[in-house]
Each structure stands twice: as structure tokens, then as C-alpha cells.
């Protein structure tokens, strides 16, 4: 256990310089975690997603403080720091797709999600080869957190949108397990793709309506669908044509 705290604390060093960013810009992120550990992570998650609506917090460092309070934990530890309500994963099992299930207006009083304009708490359940299918955001944050089964994210660096295409280049392609996470930002790893590898699995998800970013000024938070099976340039860029979210699914969910 120490050795893993002392693994995730330099983590959390390198992640931190490459966002130049003082985690101390969030309120809160000095405060010791309360014992027992109900509900603490969804608490610093709100506290994050407010710091960032209000601009006190860039995006890379949103990425960054969240990585911090996951790597310093057990996979156990971080689901129960989650404090899901109990049933929840039931009742979004039953939901069509996307199989996403709202969690802002389900959860106890407790709950500070539904108070904070522009955030979205969601579980997702998915089915062995089922998948959020590939897209990019622009003005949003967004993080999965896997709270049982396996989850295969494949991410690509967003590098310039040309026309009827984005240029992309894949970053990120991995199994994530239990209490293990991803996410995205305008700046890093914005395209995404998600899909289970398992026979179940769940997902805690959070967005954040970012509000107006220097990259992409005058847009609304929203999706871009993408199809990553583009022209792969000679540097590694892969030319991924803009398309819908009904073509993507057709060849990329396969439930």
C-alpha cells in the first residue's frame, strides 16, 4: 500500500508539471478526506467541476487533480469513494442505448451534482462488444471511472479539424479494470472510444460544460463523431472523416 501511495504521489508530480498548474487552485484540495470515505471522491469531483466552470482551473490540470486522488488509491477503495447508491446498477442494465443511466435527480439529497450548471453524472452498463463509439468533444471535460468489469479506451490527440475531416493520433490503448479511469479535455486525449471487454460491465462517468476555451473560442460544448479507420499519414496523423453517430454504431457497437 505504500508503495503504491508513494508511486502515485510522483505520478501525480509529473502529471502536475505538465499541467503547470498548483493543485492548490481548487478549493478544498488541501482538506483531509472525511473517515469513513462516503461520498469524498464525488465531493472533490464537484469541487473540480466548479473551480473549472468558474476558470479558477484549466482543463490539463481538471485531467491532473483527478488522476491524483485515483492513483493514490486501491481499485476497491476508489469504487467505494464513489459511494454509488445501491440498485443503481439494475436500472441503467434496463436502460436502451446508450445504456446510460442520469444519476443527478436518482441520488440522495447528499448528492451536490444536480446544484452545479453544466455537469453531468452518469453510470453506463455495457454488454460484451458494446461501445461509446468515437468522438471528439469541443469546449467539455469528460471522465469514466470502471466500477466492475473491463473496459477497453482507446484515445487520439485531436491535432487540428481540416474540412470535413479531424486529424488525429492515437495516444492511449488500454484495458482498464476496476477503479482504474480515463479522460479527455480540449488539450488531451480528446477523441475517445470505449467499449467492454468483458461480459458486463460498468462506468461511472462525469462531464463538465468547460464554458469557452482558448482552443476552440465562440463553440458550444458538444460531440464531434469520427471515424478513426481514416488515412494514416506518414507521421502517424490519421485523417478521420467527420460522420454520424448512427454509422459509427453500425460498425463499431456490436451488442
Known amino acids: 500500500m505504500q508503495a503504491r501511495r508513494a508511486l502515485g504521489r510522483r505520478l501525480v508530480a509529473r502529471l502536475l508539471a505538465a499541467a503547470a498548474i498548483d493543485l492548490a487552485l481548487t478549493p478544498g484540495s488541501a482538506r483531509a478526506r472525511p473517515t469513513p470515505p462516503e461520498r469524498w471522491l464525488r465531493t472533490r469531483i464537484d469541487e473540480s467541476a466548479r473551480a473549472l466552470r468558474r476558470g479558477a482551473l484549466p ?13 493514490a488509491l486501491d481499485p476497491a477503495e476508489v469504487v467505494a469513494a464513489l459511494a454509488l447508491a445501491p440498485g443503481l446498477a439494475a436500472l441503467a442494465a434496463r436502460r436502451p442505448r446508450p445504456r446510460a443511466l442520469e444519476l443527478d435527480h436518482l441520488e440522495d439529497a447528499a448528492s451536490s451534482a444536480a446544484a452545479i450548471p453544466g455537469v453531468r453524472h452518469r453510470l453506463f452498463t455495457f454488454s460484451k462488444g458494446q461501445a461509446i463509439v468515437p468522438h471528439g468533444h469541443d469546449n467539455l471535460v ?23 475531416h479531424l486529424l488525429i493520433r492515437p495516444s492511449i490503448d488500454r484495458v482498464l479494470r476496476r477503479g482504474e479511469h480515463t479522460s479527455i479535455s480540449d488539450l488531451h486525449d480528446n477523441v475517445h472510444w470505449l467499449s467492454a471487454e468483458s461480459g458486463e460491465a460498468l462506468v461511472y462517468n462525469v462531464s463538465v460544460d468547460a464554458g469557452a476555451s482558448a482552443r476552440w473560442p465562440g463553440r458550444r460544448a458538444g460531440r464531434i463523431y469520427v471515424d478513426p479507420a481514416g488515412t494514416r499519414l506518414s507521421d502517424g496523423t490519421i485523417e478521420a472523416r467527420r460522420t454520424t453517430r448512427h454509422a459509427l454504431e453500425e460498425r463499431y457497437d456490436r451488442g
Open 59 to 71: 482543463q490539463p490540470a481538471w485531467q491532473a487533480e483527478l488522476a491524483a486522488e485515483i492513483a
Open 142 to 164: 469528460s471522465a469514466f471511472i470502471v466500477v466492475d468489469g473491463e473496459v477497453r479506451a482507446r484515445h487520439f490527440e485531436r491535432i487540428a479539424d481540416v474540412g470535413a
